[in-house]
């Protein structure tokens, strides 16, 4: 069953290499930006997306699961002037094989655009995951847990990115028998060098969770995980019609914590993440290698922990761990606002000796409306 699984994902792979591929994440949501056209306007922009995430696993650290189902999102945007934009909508999702819908929640944003720099409260935005690595924020959290809600401030220049947030996770109140949780994350960029075809950028990423509060009853602890991350990235592109371009970049991420309750059992750890990634007409290929010693994060995709999240093996661990990952992708872009996309995961596990495969098709719709204009504005 698995063999025809990944076969039928290959075919249809292969058989859609020949439409126009787009580099974008089709996990993620289309960037807002309010528009001096946009003011005193009200749009009905509609989200959806179709995923299909089946992981092949064997290893005591992580079991494999199969996600299937859609995403859907209707949000009306309101423009009351080129720098402020208010979005009301609901979030929906439908897991096949459930009856029920696993989510159904409101979606409410007021966005502060000005210049280069973007001010949002309410639902945040998670383009591309935050930009950051799978160690420390995994990518199926965009299946898993797509809504974030707090506040994040936005900053895209030309040789600069960055993405601070806020998300509230848990809300308590008086005497209630569950833990406050949020998470702060910070996502920064900056090009240091840029001669003809080269560039030369510095990532500092970071991810901070904290369970706790002081008005409930819960009887598990308060602690505070971090999880920062600093590297270096060269990317060389090329006017080779089939070669786009090369990029190498290598990371060193930081665990420490204070927490004593499993999965957390270890107060300080870490990681190296060095990746290859080759970019071409046809499809990308990424070539990365992973060694964490007691590396955990909260955020980040399970396969990197040193502690098991495994239900099998709930006591497994394993202070050093190496793999090697193989990765292949494909993005596709119809007219109308429809993307394809295809992820084909390898994995080696060198402490396990084990060779794993994860395979991933999503398809994405994105629809902008105009419902209302104010052909009056001046």
């Known amino acids: 069953m698995t063999h025809i699984r990944i076969l039928l994902l290959s075919c249809i792979y292969f058989f859609s290499s020949e439409l126009q591929a787009q580099l974008t994440n089709t996990l993620s949501p289309i960037e807002i930006k309010t528009q001096p056209a946009d003011s005193q306007q009200v749009v009905l922009q ?94 199926e959290r965009g299946l898993v847990a797509p809504q974030e809600h707090g506040i994040q401030i936005l900053f895209d220049g030309n040789k600069s990115f960055m993405d601070f947030w806020l998300n509230w996770e848990t809300m308590i109140y008086k005497e209630d028998l569950k833990p406050e949780e949020f998470s702060v994350g910070l996502s920064f960029s900056h090009k240091v060098l840029q001669k003809n075809t080269f560039s030369l950028t510095l990532p500092l990423q970071m991810v901070v969770f904290h369970q706790g509060g002081q008005i409930d009853r819960s009887p598990l602890e308060v602690f505070t995980l971090f999880n920062p991350a600093v590297g270096l990235k060269g990317n060389r592109s090329f006017k080779n019609k089939i070669i786009k371009s090369i990029q190498a970049e290598a990371y060193f991420i930081y665990f420490s914590g204070n927490a ?119």
């Open 260 to 378: 004593e309750q499993p999965p957390y059992i270890f107060q300080h750890g870490k990681g190296w993440d060095i990746a290859f990634t080759f970019k071409s007409l046809f499809f990308d290929m990424k070539i990365s290698y992973w060694q964490g010693n007691q590396y955990l994060s909260p955020k980040g995709a399970p396969i990197y922990q040193s502690v098991s999240r495994s239900l099998k093996n709930l006591d497994a661990s394993e202070k050093i761990r190496k793999l090697a990952f193989l990765r292949f992708t494909k993005n596709i872009q119809w007219k109308g606002g429809i993307h394809l996309g295809f992820r084909s995961d390898f994995s080696y596990d060198f402490n396990n000796h084990l060779l794993e495969s994860s395979q991933g098709l999503f398809l994405n719709y994105t629809g902008d409306f105009l419902i209302w204009a104010n052909k009056n504005k001046r």
């Open 46 to 139: 509609v989200n959806s997306l179709g995923f299909f995430k089946n992981n092949e696993y064997f290893n005591p650290i992580v079991d494999g699961y199969t996600l299937f189902g859609y995403q859907f999102s209707p949000i009306l945007q309101y423009f009351p002037n080129q720098n402020i934009q208010i979005e009301l909508g609901a979030y929906f999702q439908k897991d096949f094989g459930n009856p029920q819908f696993s989510n159904i929640s409101p979606v409410f944003t007021t966005r502060i655009s000005s210049n280069n720099w973007t001010f949002l409260f309410g639902s945040l935005q998670r383009r591309y995951n935050h930009h950051l690595i799978e160690p420390l924020f995994d990518i």
